[in-house]
T-cell receptor, first 113, second 112 residues
Framework: DAGVTQSPTHLIKTRGQQVTLRCSPK?????VSWYQQALGQGPQFIFQ???????QRGNFPDRFSGHQFPNYSSELNVNALLLGDSALYLC????????????FGPGTRLTVL | ELKVEQNPLFLSMQEGKNYTIYCNYS?????LYWYRQDPGKSLESLFV?????AVKQEGRLMASLDTKARLSTLHITAAVHDLSATYFC????????????FGKGTRLHILP
């Protein structure tokens, strides 16, 4: 079992650019959640996808958007990047029907210059 | 709005000692999680607590949940250096309008 995988590992962008991060959930999982973790802070919930639809959303602007594909993998898109978007972006997967924990991927470190 | 508070935020302790990390939350919850994070790494799931009075133990770590007090504790017994990490609690109310909220984390440093 490969667990949750994310790509890329690291990314450097400049202000105003757009970025796409990718996540493949753990085998058997149908729900994907995205988090932003700034340095020294706890993860902040961005949104959660289930059945290819956004199920819940945190307090993030519309510049943050996502998508879930039929194979349950997911993308996080961020437009018009700001310096403050620099963070570790974590993807977590789970099963919607089970009182189970989320399993986190290794994360993508985004640096905006 | 669901709020989660952890204390202490930083803890330095000697090997062999016992200590407890506290996690308070502001509204009713269906699930409470504890995670460990090593520097530069992702989060590792430690425990998921689902009901009042739930207690789970793994090695030197034991987590408990009191839903009436809206309090969870993570107890460390006879600490060893390998337990040095940041520990997060997270609360999920399963209410569609609420989100999974993490505490700010407790940075634990165990001195040899």
């Amino acid at each position: 079992d490969a667990g949750v995988t994310q790509s890329p590992t690291h990314l450097i962008k400049t202000r105003g650019q757009q970025v796409t991060l990718r996540c493949s959930p753990k085998s058997g999982h149908d729900t994907v959640s995205w988090y932003q973790q700034a340095l020294g802070q706890g993860p902040q919930f961005i949104f959660q996808y289930y059945e290819e639809e956004e199920r819940q959303r945190g307090n993030f602007p519309d510049r943050f958007s996502g998508h879930q594909f039929p194979n349950y993998s997911s993308e996080l898109n961020v437009n018009a990047l700001l310096l403050g978007d620099s963070a570790l972006y974590l993807c977590a997967s789970s099963r919607i029907s089970v009182a189970d924990t989320q399993y986190f991927g290794p994360g993508t470190r985004l640096t905006v210059l | 709005e669901l709020k989660v508070e952890q204390n202490p935020l930083f803890l330095s302790m000697q090997e062999g000692k016992n200590y407890t990390i506290y996690c308070n939350y502001s509204t009713t919850s269906d699930r409470l999680y504890w995670y460990r994070q090593d520097p530069g790494k992702s989060l590792e799931s430690l425990f998921v607590l689902l009901s009042n009075g739930a207690v789970k133990q793994e090695g030197r770590l034991m987590a408990s949940l009191d839903t009436k007090a809206r309090l969870s504790t993570l107890h460390i017994t006879a600490a060893v250096h390998d337990l040095s990490a940041t520990y997060f609690c997270a609360v999920d109310s399963m209410n569609r309008d609420d989100k999974i909220i993490f505490g700010k984390g407790t940075r634990l440093h165990i001195l040899p």
